[in-house]
């Protein structure tokens, strides 16, 4: 098995933070503040030099006002098509 980081799923989780952020209309910046973080978290996340766990995952998608479950499950979607 392959680390998950450099998984070509992986790719496709990043991309859909930066969309959910975008989405939001956040930059890096100020999505990093509604976290309480610094600039580097979201940074990093973003380009996958950092990995997210399942709690962050859901801080990151309830900052940019999104539902973790319809954002979970629209992955699984993507996720199978590459299975």
Request: charged share 35%; aromatic share 10%.
């Amino acid at each position: 098995m392959q680390k998950s980081t450099f998984s070509p799923h992986y790719d496709i989780f990043k991309t859909k933070l930066v969309t959910i952020r975008k989405a939001a209309g956040l930059t890096q910046r100020q999505l990093a503040k509604r976290l309480k973080r610094e600039h580097s978290f979201v940074s990093r996340i973003e380009l996958g030099e950092r990995r997210l766990d399942v709690v962050e995952f859901y801080w990151v998608c309830c900052a940019c006002d999104q539902d973790p479950k319809s954002i979970y499950n629209e992955l699984l979607k993507e996720f199978a098509k590459l299975d």
